[in-house]
DNA sequence: ACTTGTCTGGGCGCTAGCGCACAGAACTCG
DNA sequence: CGAGTTCTGTGCGCTAGCGCCCAGACAAGT
């Protein structure tokens, strides 16, 4: 949570063209996203959008037992609050921020304004949602299908993917919560990452100390989240700048 | 599979205003859609959207190793090729019919034309398209946290709503795939919902006798789609004519 | 009627993950 | 530096669901 970064750490916003990127900057609001802080709540109407530079943003559903369960997680690569232009306005998921960090943030109606142009922001925002989708369906083949350690490695490349270094700041108690498996099921998983030298952890800090180990154990389900976010967001990358690519869209 | 249905009975294009309706009907087909039809696969490049008014067609992924897990089901209450307008024109996911019935076509140029008009189409189908990515997250909660027999009178629940009768011709196999769980399992679960007078079933026919009991064995899950489905389309209801409200969105 | 293929009903043993309970280890803050 | 809190490790017993296998039941076709 050092310095604040520019607007085009955000992927979306960087991919757009001059024009359209001034108008926006001009009306993006830098905010720092601390963990734990909820973006919204599920039912909540929306006043904000957030384009996240170095926070990620965990959407889950919380079930009325408690038990929670993440659909999908968003960092640089994307948007917090797609209803607003879907035209839902609210959903009945919940945001919560998953790894503090920074955000820029948008009043609702700036969005949809520059959703009803019709132009590149718009395209932009609907195949990134379609990416949101893909996340979503494959969360669910994945829950159903694959073994916590499996799942782990998942979140752990996805997570990764969205930062610059390879350190998480993350309690096992909170990955726990965004699989929806129990916290000793994490315990156990990175036990056996740990012994295998994939990466090392200490009381609430995990570093990723082997990449590709962790691409070795992880289930299809990272890479088909991977290619198709890549797929759908790297054509339409109209305007070249410091960015660079998304790590997950590299 | 008897009379050939009339397009009105798909309720996102009976929610339109008559001059977008016109449009569209002009370009729409009429097909069969027998049981097991593949609309589209993993990968493949769309050519028509689809609006089912009898038939009801899954989305779900399948896994390298061959097992699958629906994410979201589509009936009369929506459209599949939803990639067409997003942008992405098409998934990692496939379609399958799985009740057999009719639908109406739609050739893709054509959708994403009346897309791009900005008019009432598109905001309705944002919208379907958010109550779609309800249906999939729930999907990913409810795989994770509930048993094999809420989940299968959940999913019973939203098959019956998309059809007019009681009577759903689908074998315990089929249910199991969509579901993503044993054959066995589903077993299981039918011959406790059986006992308990709440279903009865032959080869690959089921009759919902107690509406009321399943409803009452069901998850959360159910009633959150359900709910979500009805806020978003309701509203945006336009034109008022024969077709009634979808049963999801009653 | 008889055969053939397709569904459904069980009956194993097995395992991943759960729920619970507690101890030790690592930070934090007074 | 010591007290308190928050994380992590581990060890149970338990259960839902899996994988496999086979028997019976039903339907359709020749």
């Known amino acids: 949570m050092a310095p604040a970064p520019s607007p085009s750490q955000n992927h979306l916003l960087a991919a757009l063209p001059t024009a359209e990127y001034e108008f926006l900057v001009a009306h993006l609001e830098p905010v720092r996203l601390p963990l734990g802080e909820m973006l919204y709540e599920p039912g909540g109407q929306l006043q ?34 797609i209803s607003l232009f879907m035209g839902g306005n609210t959903t009945p998921s919940a945001a919560v921020v998953q790894t503090g960090g920074h955000a820029y ?17 718009q395209r932009l925002l609907l195949r990134y949602t379609q990416a949101l989708m893909t996340q979503m369906s494959q969360t669910a083949a994945c829950n159903r299908h694959h073994s916590v350690e499996q799942q782990l490695c998942r979140w752990l490349l996805l997570t990764l993917d969205r930062l610059s270094g390879s350190n998480l700041v993350m309690t096992q108690e909170l990955i726990a919560s965004m699989l929806g498996v129990r916290r000793e099921g994490i315990t156990e998983a990175a036990g056996n990452l740990q012994r295998a030298g994939v990466i090392s952890y200490r009381r609430g800090h995990i ?44």
């Open 105 to 121: 943030r948008l009043e609702g109606g700036k969005l949809l304004q520059e959703f009803n142009r019709a132009g590149l922001m």
């Open 207 to 250: 570093a990723v100390l082997d990449r590709a180990g962790l691409e070795q154990r992880v289930c299809e389900c990272y890479g088909v989240v991977r290619t198709e976010l890549k797929r759908l967001l790297c054509d339409v990358r109209y305007r070249q700048n410091e960015a660079g690519c998304n790590p997950l869209i590299r």
């Open 48 to 81: 904000y959008a957030y384009f996240p530079t170095t926070a990620i943003v965990s959407l889950h559903y919380v079930m009325a037992s408690g038990a929670s369960a993440e659909s999908a997680g968003v960092g640089n690569e994307g948007i917090v609050g």
